[in-house]
T-cell receptor, first 116, second 112 residues
Framework: AQKITQTQPGMFVQEKEAVTLDCTYD???????LFWYKQPSSGEMIFLIY??????QNATEGRYSLNFQKARKSANLVISASQLGDSAMYYC?????????????FGTGTRLTIIP | DAEITQSPRHKITETGRQVTLACHQT?????MFWYRQDLGHGLRLIHY???????NKGEVSDGYSVSRSNTEDLPLTLESAASSQTSVYFC???????????FGPGTRLTVL
């Protein structure tokens, strides 16, 4: 079974609209972390947001928020007021602390295109 | 500003040659990592280091080696390059126990 599932290979969103990128995960480790990274066409990996499994509140970083639903094992990324510069590949990533905490498991990514 | 740099950014080499990819960070992070990115696989961990003279194998370490002689640098060596090692390579660093990885810009390696 996939440990990280991103079901939207591509999305097109109108500029200034909010967008939700889906991510579900699978782990039996009670201690884990979830990240979102952005990879624009230039290729670099940019950290966006982090949520720990024991964090009580959903993480927020500027226009980015993480809708963490632990019981459903989902960690959706919400981008408010999308901008043209948000066009990029987005990866949901999990870190499982009990099986070797330096291993990050990447989803296959969602390519987001913002339409002017 | 602190940063991670990788060199070269692009490299073409031939099968069987030894290749070294450089990674240099000025964050003063103890933890450094090498990943490769291939279509359909996301990023996979090759090797990592928790500090000077410490190195550890990741999930796809065969054919690769690293050494850590100082805090700032973690060079990745392909002992005998193979076509299967054509990929984009990312170096990253983090604080000890830190959740966030700071990634370098990547090196695109082509093995012919």
């Amino acid at each position: 079974a996939q440990k990280i599932t991103q079901t939207q290979p591509g999305m097109f969103v109108q500029e200034k609209e909010a967008v939700t990128l889906d991510c579900t995960y699978d782990t039996s480790d009670p201690s884990y972390g979830l990240f979102w990274y952005k990879q624009p066409s230039s290729g670099e990996m940019i950290f966006l947001i982090y949520q720990g499994s024991y964090d009580q509140q959903n993480a927020t970083e500027g226009r980015y928020s993480l809708n963490f639903q632990k019981a459903r094992k989902s960690a959706n990324l919400v981008i408010s007021a999308s901008q043209l510069g948000d066009s990029a590949m987005y990866y949901c990533v999990m870190r499982e602390y009990n099986i070797g905490n330096e291993k990050l498991t990447f989803g296959t990514g969602t390519r987001l295109t913002i339409i002017p | 500003d602190a940063e991670i740099t990788q060199s070269p950014r692009h490299k073409i080499t031939e099968t069987g040659r030894q290749v070294t990819l450089a990674c240099h960070q000025t964050w003063n992070h103890n933890n450094m990592f090498w990943y490769r990115q291939d279509l359909g696989h996301g990023l996979r961990l090759i090797h990592y280091s928790y500090g000077v003279h410490d190195t550890n194998k990741g999930e796809v370490s065969d054919g690769y080696s690293v050494s850590r002689s100082n805090t700032e640098d973690l060079p990745l060596t392909l002992e005998s390059a193979a076509s299967s090692q054509t990929s984009v390579y990312f170096c990253a660093s983090s604080e000890p126990g830190g959740a966030t990885r700071y990634f370098g810009p990547g090196t695109r390696l082509t093995v012919l």
